[in-house]
């Protein structure tokens, strides 16, 4: 995980759930107040503009695995569901296959083409995905 | 759901989230929100064909980008899949298995409209229908994929234009028609296939329809050939794991010819074909050209191809035209960076990349300077047995393109029926992200 103060932290995981919600129709009905003033708080602590553009990045980074794990992580096939799985287990799980001791058919080769930045951008984005039912 | 429908859904979902109160407001004065899906629109994008590429443009715009008005041009009733059609000219899918609706587009509040762009006026920002209706844009994204060069090969634009040679090479009425070909023809029968010189749609494409029409054959009809007349040196993708494929299975099936360019095609006048190549001429019964191609017609009337006249040369931070900045172009159409494949998946890629950059552009925002793409991309060798071929590309800012990253990407250790898992799976994912199913 990236080694940012709480607050922080909290906010670049719940800053993607927000503007995905606030963007797309379809989330809007299962999003809860709750969420929302969570998320929102949550930004609002962080504040400054330069995290919202962190946010885009981590959206603009795990749209790039949707073609195979869904989009927003909701894969509706045999390869695995990203969303709202914990990000130090998604972290975790690029840094196996990167290192070669986790066995994949192609993920190890993909995974050698992020940095370990951009993986912990994703990870954050995909954990503040709701899986859906 | 209908209009009025979603609206009062729309609206019960805005007054929750409004309920949130102190929170949301504090939200927005951060002026740090995205995008919000009310107010009035930021701006009219017009995406012109409804591929892999401007489908998933239609979608990311409207998912990300709220109140963008987003009519999405294509020719097309329905969406058909070219990834997975060669399963069906091997008999393992049906043409519905392939076919997507684009009413997933539609719920989003994406305006369809069935027709064919005919003109772009980039100086009056609109774009004109074959209909004679037009329509005005902020933003234009041409994903015109590929059309053919026919010239170079003599009698084969007739040939295509009579239907007794196909090309396949569009997934629709010519997969069916090839299909049926394939179907008529006697065993013992010859099916040739041309491939043209790289670049062309789909690398790995025409080797995966070898084994797929040769899969057919050893089923159904075990004394028939399938012949492949390359006109490259070598296979083109996956090359040590298609030669694998090609001696293991389909061995005095199939024959691979490379450096085999076809010069002629020749239609007798009872319907008998020959390939005419430069030191041969063959006999066969059904013949598969596909032909060299360079970016779709729509991107040629517009002015657009300036890459050695075929390809449409792009800014890749934002996918706009280099000829022709505001118009953004997608997928197979554009002059690929190094080691970048034209392939469905990586049109949905350069979408994901161009939606970004138009909603921020919309928004006075600077672009992501540090967009990533990638591509995996796998091949049916027999009905289950599957191999891939991935690779990531990073955009690197000194050379202004994408490069794969050294290291990373790469192909199958060997064919297994996991990765032909995986593939369907793939397609059930890509079509979903594609098409907002």
Known sequence: MPRFPRALRAAALAAPAASAALGALGALGAFTTRAAAAAATALTLAAPCALAQDANLGRNLAATCANCHGTGGQSRGEVKSLAGLPAESIVAAFNAYKAGTLPATVMHQIAKGYSDEQVKLIAGYLAAQQPKK | ?437
Not at chain 2, 234 to 257: C, I, M, N, P, T
Not at chain 2, 378 to 388: C, E, K
């Open chain 2, 1 to 437: 759901m209908t209009g009025r429908a979603m609206k009062q859904n729309f609206e019960l979902s805005r007054r929750r989230l409004l309920s949130a109160g102190t929170a949301l407001s504090a939200l927005t004065l951060a002026g740090c929100a995205t995008s919000s899906s009310t107010g009035p629109s930021i701006g009219r994008v017009v995406i012109v064909g409804g591929g892999f590429g401007g489908a998933t443009a239609a979608h990311y715009l409207k998912m990300w980008g709220g109140n963008i008005d987003v009519t999405l041009v294509e020719r097309s009733a329905a969406f058909v899949s070219c990834p997975i059609s060669n399963l069906v000219l091997g008999g393992h899918k049906q043409m519905a298995d392939i076919t997507r609706s684009y009413r997933g587009l539609q719920a989003l509040g994406v305006k369809l409209v069935q027709g064919e762009v005919t003109a772009v006026d980039a100086g009056a920002k609109k774009v004109r229908l074959a209909n004679g209706s037009e329509l005005p844009y902020d933003r234009l994204i041409l994903s015109p994929g590929v059309d053919f060069m026919l010239d170079s090969t003599a009698g084969l634009a007739a040939a295509l234009d009579s239907g007794r040679v196909l090309h396949g090479w569009k997934a629709g009425p010519q997969t069916m028609a090839l299909r049926q070909q394939l179907q008529a023809m006697p065993d013992g029968g010859v099916f040739a296939m041309s491939i043209p010189k790289v670049p062309y749609r789909c690398p790995p494409g025409p080797y995966e329809r070898a084994c797929m029409v040769a899969s057919y054959f050893k089923q159904h009809k075990p004394r028939s050939k399938v012949l492949v007349l390359d006109a490259n040196p070598e296979v083109q993708s996956k090359k040590a794991l298609f030669e694998k494929a090609f001696k293991d299975h389909y061995s005095g099936l199939l024959e691979y010819r490379p450096n085999n360019e076809l010069k002629e095609v020749v239609v007798g006048t009872s319907g008998q074909l020959a390939a005419k190549l430069e030191f041969d001429d063959l006999k066969v019964d059904v013949l598969n050209v596909i032909p060299p191609q360079r970016g779709g017609d729509i991107a040629r009337s517009a002015g657009l191809l300036n890459m050695n006249s075929r390809w449409v040369g792009v800014n890749w931070l934002t996918m706009e035209s280099t000829a022709a900045p505001g118009i953004h172009v997608l997928g197979d159409a554009t002059f690929s960076a190094p080691a970048m494949p034209k392939s469905g998946h990586m049109a949905n890629q350069h979408a994901k990349v161009a939606a970004a950059a138009i909603i921020d552009m919309l928004q006075g925002k600077p672009v992501n300077a540090t967009p990533v793409v990638m591509n995996t991309c796998y091949s049916f060798v027999t009905a289950s047995d599957v191999v891939h071929v991935a690779s990531v590309h990073q955009y690197d800012s000194v050379d202004k393109t994408f490069k794969a990253v050294p290291g990373s990407g790469g192909v199958s250790a060997a064919a297994s029926a996991v990765e032909g898992r995986y593939a369907l799976s793939w397609a059930d994912n890509i079509w979903a992200d594609t098409l907002a199913l």
